[in-house]
């Protein structure tokens, strides 16, 4: 029985050649059970998750917007122009293009809330694309890392059962060797 190629792909030349000189005269349950261990011991080459900007214009001026929309050199940048736009108006008086209820200042921040909140929801699922296989792989190294586990815990128990096994021969051992105490005898002083 040969080992599937795509496992022996995944291991390096020179144990691959030591695998298969010892393979050469061993029993086929030898190699079979070898195989088998291979499989499971290899790990698949982790795929690269793809990492690249997207070429396209638009998605780079949709990441753009929404870093800069989502940081607090923005917060603090919009804060201070509204309150320098609110403070010009408010001084300037009757004069003022924007007067109290500054209604100009409402519909441009209702413009730019629409403009951005969709290019932040177009950059949000770009980014959800990308995370996708990070949680595929990050699942499928958990759901082998809990099979490990589950195989080792059941190892540990079996070791555990064999030393139960082990000390009560070992308590059983010493009663057979040795003759029975006296019950009627006393202690001497």
């Known amino acids: 029985m040969a ?3 795509e496992v022996l792909k995944t291991v390096d030349d020179d144990h691959q050649e030591a695998i298969v000189s010892k393979w050469s005269g061993a029993t086929s349950k030898f190699r079979s059970n070898a195989c088998r261990m291979l499989e499971w011991t290899v790990r698949p080459s982790i795929p690269r998750v793809a990492t690249a900007r997207s070429h396209a214009r638009g998605e780079r ?3 753009a917007v929404a870093r800069f929309g989502g940081s607090w050199s923005f917060i603090i940048a919009f804060a201070v ?6 403070f010009i108006n408010v001084r300037l008086g009757g004069a003022a293009w924007d007067p109290y209820p500054f209604i100009l200042l409402n519909l441009f921040l209702s413009m730019i809330a629409a403009i951005q909140a969709p290019v932040i929801m177009m950059s949000q699922n770009r980014q959800d694309k990308k995370d996708r296989p990070r949680s595929e792989l990050d699942f499928d190294v958990n759901r082998r890392a809990e099979s ?4 080792v815990a059941r190892k540990l128990n079996l070791l555990g059962e ?5 000390e009560d021969l070992l308590r059983e051992k010493p009663s057979l060797d040795t003759p029975p105490a006296e019950p009627n005898a006393l202690p001497q002083n």
Do not use: R, V, W
């Open 3 to 5: 080992c599937n190629p």
């Open 61 to 63: 001026t949709a990441d």
């Open 162 to 166: 064999k030393l139960g096994d082990m």
């Open 81 to 86: 122009i509204l309150t320098i736009y609110t």
């Open 148 to 151: 490990e586990i589950q195989g």
